[in-house]
């Protein structure tokens, strides 16, 4: 493309995101700069080679393609992601002084075709053109196929013939240049035209080996040395360790020894060490290098060579893999014996390893570079460190882990010991092994059979223990951990199994491989499956070794192996039972087969007559469940005892006989319960399927029982309680029966019932029976059921104001709390009730509100009749009244026969301000307290404290009742009206004045004193 019409942004973002990845910050003023212009001179050239020489320095090409106006090229960045930035033709030239319109830019893609071998060049996003021009010199021919060996003794294979000869070597690189043709420009290839137009000012780009060259063409027509884009590395400039462990915060390179124990260290299996190196920089080309071998030192050394050393002929490399700038070597230690400092320097110093890597493109003398030195130890590994157990893989690639369960508690820290009887770990001992609760491996007497007889079944054969048992050890120096042999540098080593009884009966019904550990059930009858292996077990010796033809066992385990049948699947019967229940203490039923209506089912799934069946099984019943509760949430769902329900006939072999189910009706409430069993074979050994039984016992009541409120005991919804008389006392409670009657429709089973309290706090409050006894019999007829207040006499007082009764009993607003009874019915006796409903209570004092008579007031005149003192009998104001409306007080004059007194309930409810007798009931002078006293021209100032002179108000008594007396000993009478405010409160023991509801027992009175005409 034009370099004078280049699109400066998309090249200069191109270009500078890039860099600005990398964070050099020392090419933004370049940026900078070519965002403000890029001008067609060889120092601006030379300004792109250098900026896109840094770009191809962090980066490498992952591919280039034409698009129309121009190329698109996708970076791979160290990371490995990759952007990708188009570069286009330039905008149209500007027209000069005298020079025509500039022509469009172009952006050329120059390459070899793989196939004809031709040069091919892509102009602004078309496809690519052949330009027949050659490329590459021909390919030599190749030799003609040696002849084939004569047959020699059996085994030996003929010799190969030889290989042909190479081909010549092929041209040069080709030079690609702009020339110029009748006036116009034309790209040659090795002073070839290819026809394909060009400008002065373009960017062409020609894929060759390994990469891309960028060439730049300046106005002038003028080209320069090309900028190579590479597509990988080919140099490494480092390597650098990528650490598993670390010791002290140093990374380590581990090599693993088994040994006989910790003092001597008799090699048993030398291990090696897994070590993964990046390959610097990024994207270098791995397949070019390979490992040469490990450089070791006796002290912390960091070396590059480029001329190689010698390494050490104390370790071998037993393997080598490489991935995308990375390599991973395997090395072990030889001639690594006894208990020498590993791996046979002198004295006690500590080794570091260095990896050093060839280059095999490079020149001979810039092949090698070698890592920094790293720390290098031996990972001592004991015997009785090491173990055999069952593993999985989660894939192919995955490292071996321990099967689920695993308790990695056997390993100690220093040793594995046992584990438990439930865990799926491998015995140390044959007797450990026999008792594991659970067979380690379960082989099918048909599936798994060392033959397959042809019974129709999915045979599988033999398991192979090989394959399904792998070798670990403990490391406790990173927690006790458990890892395997195989992923840690100690594969390749050998299992070897045999039978752990082979003079007992085991060796009748197991056969096992010695080499690869296949397990089947032997055929220790020839062409019969050995059904005998049933319900016994057999266990197997497995012995790790570190080679094949080691002689000295590292690690021994015993496998438990059962053997199991299952061919049929079990067979499910079900069955129905409909009751309702009657008053007898057990009903017997019969059981409904679904379908058909006989055991059948059961009979014919098993292929065997109801005589031979129940003469090969016997019935199991294994449990009852309450499924369905009616009503609901009526007594308890679940598992409720066996014993409930008895089963008859179950295993009488007649096959029309009726199997039965007998119900405990006084245990069993209505709902549904399901009933499991099993028929189980007789033999231990036996072919047969297990047979599952299922019936459901639906059990139901004709009618229903329920409350109804007594409607003048109720109110606001509650049922009210005010107290009872109880001989010469007065309970604050009463029975159950003066506030419900119960509807009865039940016919058949006894119905009973019995009052609760189901909450903790209100049990605080409140009580069933008489006195402060609670009740828990069950009553045949209500009555006899006193709720009352634990201690009526004084109500008590909580912190807990949930608790506190006195919150209960206290004024007569509705707003007070109520209180749940909770009304329990059974049936037959049955302890635990088949329905519950609930009473809501509210306990109200037994006293009404104090009455105010008179209208509460009286007028008196000062010195009325030359007197000092004018008198008011309080008695002449009140009337007290209780709930069953018997009036307790109520003075209407003297020897009045309307006057009331019932002292037998006032002493009952503790009323003690009144006194006298029915024909002169009286008020005690106790009671009454003078409030205020004020000038009615004043109402809001109270000058009880500051009456007129020689004036004095007091509570006397007069003929055994409270008065109110005004006393003026002066000689004049007082000016204005005053009036007096009395109180009168009447107390008892339900309400003792010590909340918010005086007004309930405390009335005003007031008295008016008149000045004299």
């Not at 009616?630 to 014993?643: E, F, H, I, R």
């Not at 033999?683 to 139901?700: F, G, Q, R, T, Y």
Request: hydrophobic content about 35%; glycine content about 10%.
């Amino acid at each position: 493309m034009k370099i004078k019409q280049l699109s400066k942004v998309a090249l200069a973002v191109a270009l500078s995101s890039a860099i600005m990845f990398e964070g050099c910050k020392k090419y933004d003023d370049d940026i900078t700069r070519l965002e403000q212009g890029i001008e067609q001179n060889s120092s601006d050239i030379a300004s792109l080679k250098t900026q896109l020489a840094t770009l191809a320095a962090n980066n490498v090409v992952e591919s280039v393609t034409s698009i129309t106006g121009g190329f698109k090229i996708t970076f791979k960045r160290p990371d490995g992601t990759t952007f990708s930035y188009d570069i286009v033709n330039g905008d149209k030239g500007d027209k000069g002084d005298k020079g025509d319109t500039g022509n469009n830019g172009t952006s050329p893609l120059i390459r070899i075709n793989a196939t004809s071998g031709n040069w091919e060049i892509a102009q602004n996003g078309t496809d690519y053109v052949d330009t027949g021009i050659k490329a590459k010199g021909d390919q030599g021919t190749p030799g003609a196929p040696g002849q084939p060996g004569q047959p020699g003794a059996p085994g030996q294979d003929g010799q190969d013939g030889q290989d042909g000869e190479d081909g010549a070597p092929g041209q040069d690189g080709s030079v690609v240049t702009i020339e110029t043709i009748g006036g116009k420009q034309y790209w040659h290839i090795d002073g070839q035209n290819t026809g394909v137009q060009a400008y002065f000012g373009d960017i062409a780009m020609i894929a060759t080996d390994g990469g891309y060259n960028v060439v730049f063409t300046d106005a002038e027509g003028n080209s320069s040395s090309s900028v190579f884009l590479a597509t990988e590395a080919v140099a490494v400039s480092s390597l650098t360790l990528v650490p598993s462990l670390h010791s002290s915060n140093t990374p380590v390179v581990l090599f693993p020894r088994i040994v006989n124990n910790a003092t001597s260290r008799t090699t048993y299996m030398q291990g090696y060490a897994t070590i993964t190196y990046n390959l610097n920089p990024f994207g270098v080309a791995t397949a070019n290098y390979e490992s040469s071998g490990l450089l070791t030192e006796k002290t912390e050394e960091v070396s590059f060579r480029s001329s190689g050393a010698t390494p050490s002929a104390s370790f071998t490399k037993v393997g080598e893999a490489k991935t995308f700038g990375d390599i991973t070597v395997k090395y072990k230690p030889v001639n690594n014996t006894g208990n020498s400092v590993f791996p046979n320097p002198s004295g006690n110093e500590h080794l570091h390893i260095a990896l050093q890597v060839k280059n095999n493109k490079a020149a001979s003398n810039q092949q090698y570079v070698a890592s920094p030195f790293n720390l290098a130890k031996e990972e001592i590994i004991e015997t009785d460190e090491v173990t055999i157990e069952k593993a999985i893989k989660a894939s192919e690639t995955a490292p071996y882990t321990l099967v689920n369960g695993y308790s990695s508690g056997a390993f100690t820290g220093s040793a594995f010991v046992e584990a438990g009887t439930g865990t799926p770990n491998l015995s140390l001992s044959n007797t450990a092994a026999a008792a594991k609760t659970n067979a380690h491996f379960t082989l099918h007497i048909r599936n798994n059979a060392e033959n397959d007889l042809g019974s129709g079944n999915s045979y599988e054969g033999a398991i192979e223990l090989e394959k399904e048992l792998r070798g670990f050890f403990g490391r406790a120096q990173v927690g006790n951990q458990i890892v395997s042999m195989d992923d840690n540098g100690l594969d390749g080593y050998d299992l070897r199994f045999a039978l752990a009884n082979p003079n007992s009966t085991e060796a009748n019904w197991l056969k096992v491989d010695a080499a690869t550990g296949a397990i089947s059930v032997k055929e220790s009858t020839p062409g019969q499956y050995n059904t005998a292996a049933l319900g016994n077990h057999a266990i197997v010796k497995a012995d790790l070794y570190a080679t094949a033809t080691s002689t000295t066992s590292i690690a021994t385990r015993y496998v438990k192996v059962g053997f199991t049948q299952g061919v049929i699947q079990p067979v499910d019967v079900k069955g129905n039972i409909n009751h309702a229940l009657t008053s007898t203490a057990s009903a017997t039923k019969d059981v409904q087969w679904i379908v058909p209506t006989t055991l059948d089912a059961a009979y014919n799934t098993t292929g065997k007559s109801a005589n031979d069946f129940h003469n090969s099984y016997n019935w199991v019943f294994d449990a009852a469940v309450r499924t369905i509760a009616d009503p609901s949430g009526s007594a308890q769902l679940g598992t409720v005892p066996t014993t409930w329900f008895t089963f008859h006939d179950m295993d009488n072999t007649t096959q029309a006989v009726t199997r039965k189910v007998e119900i405990n009706q006084t245990l069993v409430n209505p709902g549904t319960y399901k009933l499991t069993g099993r028929y189980v074979p007789t033999a231990s050994n036996s072919s047969d399927p297990v047979v599952n039984v299922e019936i459901l016992v639906k059990v139901s009541i004709n009618g229903n029982i329920s409350y109804a409120p007594i409607p003048a005991y109720w109110e606001n919804n509650a049922a009210r309680v005010y107290g009872t008389p109880n001989g010469s006392s007065w309970y604050m409670g009463g029975d159950m029966n003066e506030y419900i009657t119960l509807n009865n429709t039940i016919s058949g089973p006894g119905v009973t019932y019995n009052f609760s309290i189901p909450s903790a706090d209100h049990q605080a409050i409140a009580a069933f029976g008489t006195g402060n006894l609670s009740s828990s019999a069950i009553v045949n007829a209500l009555g006899g059921e006193q709720l009352h207040v634990v201690n009526p006499a004084a109500p008590q007082h909580h912190s807990n104001a949930a608790r506190d009764a006195f919150n209960y009993i206290t004024g007569w607003t509705f707003t007070k709390n109520t209180f749940t009874v909770r009304v329990n019915y059974y049936l037959n006796g049955n302890p635990v009730p088949f329905k519950t409903e609930s009473i809501p209570v509210r306990f109200k004092n037994p006293v009404k509100t104090v009455v105010l008579k008179n209208n509460g007031a009286a007028t008196v005149t000062d010195k009325q009749g030359g007197n000092n003192n004018q008198d008011v009998a309080l008695r002449n104001f009140v009337r007290v009244e209780d709930y069953q409306g018997v009036t307790l007080f109520n003075y209407q004059g003297v020897l009045n026969s309307n006057n009331a007194y019932d002292n037998t309930r006032l002493q009952r409810y503790g009323i003690t301000v009144f006194g006298g007798s029915a024909l002169n009931p009286t008020l005690s002078t106790s009671a009454v307290t003078l409030d205020r006293a004020y000038y009615n021209s004043n109402p809001s100032v109270d000058i009880s404290g500051s009456l007129p002179a020689t004036t004095s108000v007091s509570i006397v008594n007069v003929g055994g009742s409270a008065t109110a007396r005004w006393t003026n000993n002066g000689a004049n009478t007082i000016t204005q009206p005053i009036t007096l405010v009395f109180k009168i409160k009447v107390t008892n023991r339900y309400n003792d004045g010590a909340n918010n509801n005086l007004s309930d027992i405390e009335q005003e009175v007031k008295v008016v004193v008149n000045p004299q005409n």
